[in-house]
């Protein structure tokens, strides 16, 4: 099990155990405070909507042409917003720091 930050709708931070060689939205949608994914993580629907602190954004491989048109359609859109769904949680984002999104 590996540490995630998780900070929720309310600015709440939590620390959550989660299981690498998933992606971050499957250990994010079974929380209670977590993400809907309603498209299952086709990068569809943006309901895993997520914005990676400053410190880890540029650790992660940069979207691919459809997460980022998603993500265009958000007014929620920040510089530092992913999709959940589209990132795998591996050994070396221990301790990633991600904030969720509110849904549109
Ligand atoms: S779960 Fe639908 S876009 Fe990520």
Same mark, same amino acid.
């Given at each position: 099990?590996?540490?995630?930050?998780?900070?929720?709708?309310?600015?709440?931070?939590?620390?959550? @155990?989660? !299981?690498?060689?998933?992606?971050?939205?499957? $250990?994010?949608?079974?929380?209670?405070?977590?993400?809907?994914?309603?498209?299952?993580?086709?990068?569809?629907?943006?309901?895993?909507?997520?914005?990676?602190?400053?410190?880890?954004?540029? !650790?992660? *491989? *940069?979207?691919? &042409?459809? @997460?980022?048109?998603?993500?265009?359609?958000? *007014?929620?859109? !920040?510089? $530092? &917003?992913?999709? &959940?769904?589209?990132?795998?949680?591996?050994?070396?984002?221990?301790?990633?720091?991600?904030?969720?999104? *509110?849904? @549109?």
């Amino acid at each position: 099990m590996t540490l995630l930050r998780v900070i929720d709708l309310d600015g709440t931070e939590h620390e959550v @155990e989660g !299981r690498t060689g998933i992606t971050l939205m499957e $250990n994010l949608r079974d929380l209670d405070y977590g993400v809907a994914a309603v498209c299952g993580g086709m990068c569809a629907c943006a309901t895993c909507h997520v914005y990676v602190d400053a410190e880890w954004v540029g !650790r992660l *491989a *940069a979207p691919h &042409s459809d @997460e980022t048109d998603l993500l265009g359609d958000l *007014a929620t859109r !920040r510089a $530092n &917003s992913r999709l &959940s769904c589209q990132i795998k949680f591996t050994p070396e984002l221990a301790g990633i720091k991600i904030e969720i999104a *509110a849904d @549109e």
